[in-house]
């Protein structure tokens, strides 16, 4: 997939980190006039999405629709047939190999499955992304590894257990903390909640919560789950017909007329999933996680 990419204005910084957009009201994510093919197959066409600084914004759609090809190229992992991909204010696109890694060192991804080495240790896995910079001491990695394991509600006593010991929550929350290593910006979750029970997903859900308000994160998420969904966006992009059909919180999406936005979100599940939220709402929950509110009110 190699057609050219249209400009996108600012190119690779020569110096780093420094020309990083970070704290001003550039978008975090800023996707423009973007095509993807495989083929002949035609996956995305003109797509365009910006993601702004402190959301969590979550990507959903039917299958074939490129929710995940759409995640990885966010990452720099694939490259689209046109159109241009930013981040923190900078073309990944355009990135040589080093600058690339610079930017990655910036965001953190969650995988699906966790995707954590099973050769090494929970100690090992979180203190990975610090070794690979090959600056930092080790006793420094050392405190540093046990901090991100207590944000994610991991005590030491785990540190030395292998993956094959672990639960599948467990698994989730030592491969948050290794996104978390570095101090990340911005953080990508991919169906973060798949494969936990009802309990384990709720209580990730308000982990997830808690680290985006306590540490100020942007958050991408691809999600198929509706409580999950509902409890973290803060906006939704629905992908279909090869582009972005809708954008916007909750009630702003589901008051789309478009077939896959009334099948998805008004189905009994769909109901049954804003039914509870709605309820938490009503005890009082943080209003940036409430369905149908906007982030005016963030600071």
Request: charged share 25%; net charge negative.
């Amino acid at each position: 997939m190699s057609e050219e990419n249209a400009s996108c204005g600012l190119t690779q910084s020569d110096d780093g980190d420094s020309k990083l957009d970070f704290h001003g009201d550039t978008p975090v994510v800023e996707i423009t006039n973007l095509w993807t093919k495989f083929g002949r197959a035609v996956v995305h066409q003109d797509l365009n999405l910006e993601i702004e600084r402190g959301e969590i914004l979550s990507i959903v759609g039917g299958s074939g629709t490129g929710k995940t090809v759409l995640l990885r190229q966010m990452l720099g992992l694939e490259h689209p047939s046109r159109g241009c991909v930013k981040v923190f204010g900078e073309d990944i696109n355009k990135a040589d190999r080093d600058h690339l890694q610079q930017l990655r060192n910036h965001w953190g991804m969650l995988f699906q499955q966790g995707a954590l080495y099973s050769a090494l240790t929970v100690f090992d896995n979180v203190a990975q992304p610090m070794r690979e910079l090959r600056v930092l001491p080790e006793d420094l990695i050392h405190d540093a590894v046990l901090l991100k394991m207590n944000m994610v509600g991991l005590g030491p006593e785990h540190a030395l257990k292998m993956p094959s010991d672990l639960s599948g929550g467990m698994i989730k929350r030592v491969a948050l903390a290794r996104a978390l290593a570095l101090e990340p910006k911005l953080l990508f979750l991919d169906e973060p909640t798949a494969g936990l029970d009802p309990d384990l997903s709720e209580s990730f859900v308000t982990l997830i919560q808690s680290l985006h308000r306590e540490l100020g994160l942007t958050v991408v998420m691809v999600t198929h789950d509706l409580d999950t969904l509902f409890a973290l966006s803060t906006r939704i992009a629905v992908l279909a017909e090869k582009h972005v059909i809708a954008l916007g919180t909750t009630r702003e999406v589901i008051a789309v007329d478009h077939p896959f936005i009334k099948q998805f979100f008004l189905g009994d599940r769909g109901k049954r999933a804003l039914a509870v939220l709605d309820e938490k709402q009503a005890a009082g929950a943080p209003p940036e996680f409430a369905p149908g509110t906007d982030k005016k009110a963030e600071n």
